[in-house]
């Protein structure tokens, strides 16, 4: 059952919001190679905020993805395209369909 997720937030860099759509986007790729992660959403909230979701049927899964790839260049380009540093809450899925 999946029942561990991640949601993280990202706030763009004033004139860096299509960068970041598109940083978002390439990143599902390295996402559908990960055997651990179940779903894996890239959200846009609003004009300059955007956010990943994604679901995981283990802890150690949820873990690996944080020391994974997409975290790894989410990181390294953070400087230039976020405004502030991601916001990355772990949450436990209660209930699911």
Do not use: C
Request: proline share 5%.
């Amino acid at each position: 059952m999946v029942k561990f997720s991640l949601l993280v937030r990202l706030e763009a860099k004033a004139g860096k919001e299509q960068e970041l759509s598109d940083f978002l986007k390439s990143a599902l790729p390295l996402a559908q190679q990960e055997t651990g992660t179940v779903t894996w959403y890239a959200l846009q909230i609003g004009p300059s905020t955007f956010g990943i979701f994604d679901s995981f049927e283990t802890e150690a899964a949820r873990d690996a993805h944080l020391n994974g790839p997409i975290a790894a260049a989410l990181m390294a380009k953070a400087p230039e395209l976020l405004s502030a540093s991601p916001v990355i809450e772990k949450v436990d899925i209660l209930t699911a369909k």
